[in-house]
Structures are given as C-alpha cells and as structure tokens.
C-alpha cells in the first residue's frame, strides 16, 4: 500500500499511531497484519445512559467482551490511542439506529454527542499471532480470507437491556495440535482466552461451516477439528437486538489498533 | 464453634451454603479458614447511580478491584450465593454515609434500597491456599492475625467520581520463595494475581511495616522480603474519598463466602 508520500511501505512495520494517521487521512482497508505486535481492537460506542448496561454485558460475559479500556463520555482518546482520536483512527465503522445498521462511514464526527461512551474490547488477532509463533497455521490467515463468524444458539448472560447471542470465530486445528492450541490461547484471557468449544458446530446450533454469519468461509482440511473461540462482535450483535437508540461499532475486520503490545495481555 | 444444634463443628468443612445460613442467623466472626476450597469475596453495594462510576472504577483497577459478579439494582441473591440473601448473609458489614463509617451491622435490611447494586469483588485468600500448596508459609495465618493493609501512595485510575488509593495487602516471603509466590498468585488474576511490589515499602509510600492501615502487624522473619498484593479494601477507600451518600462494604476480614470453587479462578 502506498503511504501519503507515494512510497510503499509494509503495513505490518507501522507503528500504531503511524497506521491510525493513515487511516485519519482517508485510507480504507481491513487492519488484518497490520502493525505487527500491537493489539488490535473491537469498538463499541453507546450514550452514556446505556454504558452500564454495556460494561455490565461486559463483566458477565467476558469470554466475547474482555474490555481493555474505556474512554470518558464525550472522550475521543486515551492511552490506547494516545495522540489519536476515535472518531477518525478506526478504518470503516457501522453506525446502528434502534438496532438497524443506518451507515458504514469511514469518520463518525458527524454522529459525534458529548454522551457518547466507547468501549475498546479485545480481538483474538493477537492470540493468532501467539498461535503461528508456536507453530499452528491460522487457517484464514493462509487462505488470504477473514476469520469466519458465527451466531450461536447459546445466549449470553443478559444485563439490563442488553441481551443476545455469543457469536464465535472458527478456526480448524489439526487434531495432533488441539492441546497446543488450548494451551496457548489460554496464555490470553483478555483477548477471548481459551476456546468455548472444541468439535462439533451442530451443538452450538451452527448448521452449516460453509455459511458464516459473518466474514469469509475457509476450507476445513482432512484431520483437522472446528475449534471455537468467543468473538468481540457478540456486543454488536447484543446492540442489534437490545435496539438502543444510537450505537457505533467498528466495520468487521476493520479494528481499532492500539498503542498496547500483544505481550501486555499474556499470562501468567 | 458451635453449630445451631450445638455440637462443634469444623468451620473448614462447611458448604458455603451452610455457613451462610449461620452468618443470617446471627453467628458473627472473621471467615478465614471457612468453607476450604470455596472463593470468599468482598463487597461494596451502591445506589445504581453511582454504579457505572464503581464499576468503571473496577474494569480500569483490575489488580485491586477483580469483579466476580454483579446483582442488578435491588438484587438480594444470586449464582455466587445460591438461596442466599446479601443483606444477611455476610457476618458483619460497614455501612458509609457521605464517606463516612456510620454503623457496623450484622444485617443491612434496614439499610437495603431497591436501587441498590451488589459488586461481588475477589479476595485473596483464594491464592493463600494455593501459596500454602506449594509450600510457601503465609505469616498472617501462621501467627493467627489478620493479613497487614497498608493505604499507599500509589493513586488508583479514577473513573467518574470514583477516585482514591491503592491498598495492598503484604506477606513477608522467604527471598528463595519469592519467585514461587510470583508463579503460583499469578494463575489467579481474578482474584489480584500477581503482586504489585516486591521489597521496599518506602517506594510505596509505607513509612512502618508495623502499623498498617487495616488488619494486623505481623513478625518479618529473618531473609524474608516483603511482598506487596494488590488488595479488595481498595474500592472502600475509594468509597471514603468520593463520598457517595450511601455505600456499604463488608467488615474488613468478615467476607461473603461464595459458592465458587477457588479453582474455577486459576489460569491457565
């Protein structure tokens, strides 16, 4: 891709703020391999007067929500972010109306109000960086595609308004590695931590592998099992169906990247 | 102790739900060494206008403030206290007014408002029991007091009107364990993990190991070093500075017994 002065460069050198000032300046494109070792982020943005209800969806199901930072009503940065700004940094957003997707703009200072609360959660892009350095393929990664998402027939744990399905990413493991993979995303509890479940789809009511909710489909080699973790658009799929009245979310795939390193988030 | 029948029983023995029961129908003492093998916890309940604020407060002090549940307002019980009652349950609580202490009950019905939040907060000695598994002595247990808090000088992340200091709880550790006690407390990150200082008090603003805060002084034996955890009082002192109209805790030490395994709290 080309920087503003016409030079390629490789996205993956970026330095956090480097990235977001292209992404203020007009660049679109998903943030997949983007400045590599930084934390990459889901966003959720609701009026103040939602925030508890939100944060609390959050504390009680922090598998698909493990909040990494919060920013003030009406803040638009914050350490995460720091010099940048929330508005302009994040490549695509969906704008929600009453639970209806009413805009994909690409800068939200438009729909700005001083009420507004945003809500930084954790991407698994980070423990799939920690699964290729222990010797795992990312089956999405290697087919040039995005993660593939599903709804579930499992409900989350509901708090005040909000309420809806835990939304998971896939990921096919060869058989032999599905410890390592369990081990090592484990080392990971604020980016979705461990698997929620390891087998078969039908159980979580997913009839169809080949037919993700969102993202891409991948292809499932011979020898290698459907490994479920907990996905950070689950609070945007609770915002579609609790209805507030205004929400903003990043566009799937088009994270916020942070100034947080990857490591920060691993333990023990 | 005594059970209701008055045959002596053996506090470690006891299910959570048994102890409870005795703590609704009067009995009053510290709950150290009850109910082995099950996670107690600190309390702080607040009206439900200033619960975003305490719970903002917790996501971003996460060392100190480890949520392990949340009642909606006006909530008695729920899945950490099975068949119990909050306002009864606890063998002791302190109730605040405008930041300051005004009574210390064994029941809070006469307090309780139906807008009242319930935040479920860890405690340390889930990880006590693990130190002492793998052979680490725990002074406080061992000399039969309370663990030593000590307020420091280190400011909490403040959210909202919620701002105050950071409490720490101190073990004296001998110095070929300290590596150990790091490895083993750190599996438990809902519940402090691991410490936040290791050696000199000074750097923490503690001028005298011998008076702390809250609990008791303990004996640092010879080549012990004393190691600092981020500790559950801290929401109170919080509580304190900020000056809620209403905030209740529970007594320092006289904690809510959980139906919680402690187990179900270590990582990875």
Chains 1, 2 share one sequence.
Not at 64 to 91: F, H, K, Q, Y
Not at 175 to 192: G, L
Request: with cysteine; hydrophobic share 40%.
């Amino acid at each position: 891709m080309p920087t503003p002065a016409g030079r390629p460069v490789d996205p993956s050198s970026l330095l956090p703020a480097e990235a977001r000032a292209l992404f203020r300046s007009g660049l679109v494109t998903p943030t997949s391999g983007w400045s590599s070792g930084y934390a990459q982020a889901n966003l959720i943005i609701v009026p103040k007067a939602q925030a508890f209800d939100v944060l609390l969806f959050a504390q009680r199901n922090p598998k698909p929500c493990p909040v990494l930072g919060v920013l003030d009503a009406g803040e638009t940065s914050g350490a995460l972010l720091a010099g940048g700004d929330i508005r302009t940094d994040v490549p695509k957003y969906v704008v929600y109306q009453d639970g209806r997707k009413v805009d994909e703009p690409t800068d939200i200072t438009d729909h700005w109000r001083d009420d507004l609360v945003t809500f930084i959660v954790g991407c698994s892009f980070t423990f799939e960086s920690a699964l290729q350095a222990n010797g795992i393929h990312v089956a999405h990664i290697d087919q040039g595609v995005n993660v593939p998402m599903y709804q579930t027939s499992v409900r989350c744990e509901p708090a005040g308004e909000m309420a809806g399905p835990l939304v998971v990413s896939m990921r096919p493991i060869p058989a032999s590695q599905v410890a390592d993979a369990v081990r090592v995303t484990s080392r990971y509890p604020a980016v979705h931590g461990a698997p929620v479940h390891v087998g078969n789809p039908a159980e979580l009511g997913i009839a169809d592998l080949g037919r993700p909710d969102f993202g891409d489909p991948v292809r499932i080699p011979e020898g290698h099992v459907p490994v479920f973790w907990a996905c950070g658009v689950t609070p945007q799929a609770a915002v579609m169906e609790s209805r507030p009245a205004l929400a903003i979310a990043h566009a799937p795939g088009h994270m916020l990247i942070t100034d947080a390193r990857d490591s920060a988030y691993q333990v023990p």
